[in-house]
């Protein structure tokens, strides 16, 4: 049978117990109770009494009024109240990293690396030193010293956040490939994140990965991604492709994001273009020229379209424009010289022509072809005929595919050759071909224009 404890024991050894705990901390759990809670006023009461009791020399409380100072937006204050409650625990790393942070959001970047240093000796392996002290690397520019930070970070752990800003470094310092490595690692680990998706969706569209990169914004679109370029690469992807109708909704999708995007406005033309809609393309594209009339893609696509119409005077002015404001205007000089052509400035048409083809081997085919057939229009044979040549050496160099000839340029390849009296059997381009149907030539226009 147990002995029964008298009360007057039990309280003697509850004292014993209650003195064993310093003044100083004796209410700090209480404090963290009613903080992770966020009892915000009575954290505030119960600091003043701590304050009163220990004579304002509690760390803790002075950690915790720090926190809340900053919640509150008075970073100036935290930053004080850790300062003060660093004085009691100078080796406390905990309490140095907040001071850091505070330094970070007062601006004081160089002084919070500083501080992060310090924590550093204190805190090792801490995943989150690193990553505020790649933050802060990156605020006053040093790309590099904030990737190697960020990089460190991922070592100790490997939150979601951390892979987007060291992604987004790796793009802004062009390590293309970095940057995807990264991406699929991350993904790996948050293969449901829309935001991962739709950037490496990006990086493989930009490395004319199509296959994956539409596999990739079409899983960001799938899993509920509202982001306006996310949807606008995925449907720029599908109008690339030929898939007009798909491209079109998902457009219409980003008018109610983004109705005033330069860019949503001439790709929609275009496919309006490619849908041979030459009304609807216009109104389309000068809209786009309205939000942004200095995008030379708007002003090129637009002559484009004139130009289809056969309204040549419009579309000189608008492929001058365009001509102004890029900087390879290789193709904006071809379709400006078919305008001059048929506004019978011959003379003008062939300065276009020259600079369109300055460097032969480096020219597209078909503007090539174009040049020789204008050559021999106005009587200058042998010189179409060199340049025809030149023309089936790109085409050879090229390939096929690599090519891009539209169905036209066939059969006035092949009426070239005969007038130019040039018969190679091993080009199968001289040989007389039928016109294809104008179904054919309206599907060879949906490449014709410039989607962004």
């Given at each position: 049978m147990s002995q029964t404890v008298p009360p007057e024991a039990r309280r003697t050894a509850a004292n014993r117990r209650q003195a064993e705990i310093p003044l100083f901390q004796k209410r700090n759990w209480y404090l963290y109770y009613n903080y992770v809670r966020h009892r915000i006023p009575e954290c505030k009461e119960l600091i003043k009494t701590?304050?009163?009791?220990?004579?304002?020399?509690?760390?803790?409380?002075?950690?915790?009024?720090?926190?809340?100072y900053r919640a509150e937006g008075n970073i100036q204050q935290s930053l004080?109240?850790?300062?003060?409650?660093?004085?009691?625990?100078?080796?406390?790393?905990?309490?140095?990293?907040?001071?850091?942070?505070?330094?970070?959001?007062?601006?004081?970047?160089?002084?919070?690396?500083?501080?992060?240093?310090?924590?550093?000796?204190?805190?090792?392996?801490?995943?989150?030193?690193?990553?505020?002290?790649?933050?802060?690397?990156?605020?006053i520019k040093k790309l590099t010293e904030s990737r190697e930070c960020f990089m460190k970070a991922l070592q100790y752990n490997q939150p979601l956040v951390t892979f987007k800003i060291l992604g987004a470094i790796y793009t802004d310092l062009n390590q293309h490939q970095s940057a995807v490595d990264l991406y699929e690692r991350g993904l790996r680990l948050y293969p449901t994140n829309t935001e991962l998706l739709s950037?490496?969706?990006?990086?493989?569209?930009?490395?004319?990965?199509y296959p994956a990169a539409f596999d990739?914004?079409?899983?960001?679109?799938?899993?509920?991604?509202?982001?306006?370029?996310?949807?606008?690469?995925?449907?720029?992807?599908?109008?690339?492709?030929g898939d007009i109708d798909p491209a079109l909704d998902k457009y219409s999708l980003v008018t109610n994001i983004v109705p005033e995007s330069p860019m949503l406005w001439n790709n929609l033309g275009m496919c309006f273009y490619a849908k041979s809609q030459w009304a609807t393309a216009i109104a389309c594209l000068q809209r786009a020229n309205y939000l942004e009339?200095?995008?030379?893609?708007?002003?090129?696509?637009?002559?484009?379209?004139?130009?289809?119409?056969?309204?040549?005077?419009?579309?000189?002015?608008?492929l001058k424009v365009a001509l102004h404001l890029q900087e390879q205007p290789e193709k904006t000089y071809m379709l400006l010289a078919?305008?001059?052509?048929?506004?019978?400035?011959?003379?003008?048409?062939?300065?276009?022509?020259?600079?369109?083809?300055?460097?032969?081997?480096?020219?597209?085919?078909?503007?090539?072809?174009?040049f020789a057939v204008f050559l021999a229009r106005v009587e200058k044979m042998e010189e179409s005929l060199e340049y025809l040549q030149l023309f089936f050496e790109r085409c050879e160099v090229l390939g096929k595919e690599k090519s891009k000839l539209p169905p036209e340029a066939l059969p006035a390849c092949?009426?070239?050759?005969?007038?130019?009296?040039?018969?190679?059997?091993?080009?199968?381009?001289?040989?007389?071909?039928?016109?294809?149907k104008r179904k054919d030539r309206d599907a060879s226009r949906r490449t014709s224009g410039l989607a962004v």
């Open positions: 701590i304050k009163k009791e220990t004579s304002n020399m509690s760390e803790y409380a002075h950690y915790v009024e720090g926190l809340l004080e109240c850790f300062r003060k409650s660093m004085q009691y625990d100078p080796k406390n790393g905990d309490t140095k990293k907040q001071i850091g942070m505070s330094l970070f959001l007062l601006g004081r970047h160089r002084q919070a690396l500083e501080t992060y240093e310090e924590a550093e000796k204190l805190v090792q392996f801490d995943w989150e030193i690193q990553h505020n002290k790649g933050l802060a690397y990156l605020y950037k490496l969706g990006r990086l493989y569209l930009d490395d004319s990965r990739k914004l079409g899983s960001a679109v799938l899993y509920g991604s509202k982001d306006a370029t996310t949807m606008m690469s995925l449907a720029s992807l599908m109008q690339y492709h009339p200095l995008l030379w893609t708007v002003n090129y696509n637009l002559g484009l379209v004139h130009l289809t119409m056969q309204q040549d005077t419009t579309a000189f002015h608008f078919i305008a001059l052509t048929r506004l019978s400035e011959d003379a003008h048409a062939e300065k276009c022509y020259r600079k369109a083809v300055a460097d032969p081997q480096l020219s597209k085919p078909l503007s090539l072809l174009n092949s009426v070239l050759a005969n007038k130019l009296n040039y018969t190679d059997q091993t080009q199968p381009f001289t040989k007389p071909a039928r016109a294809r």
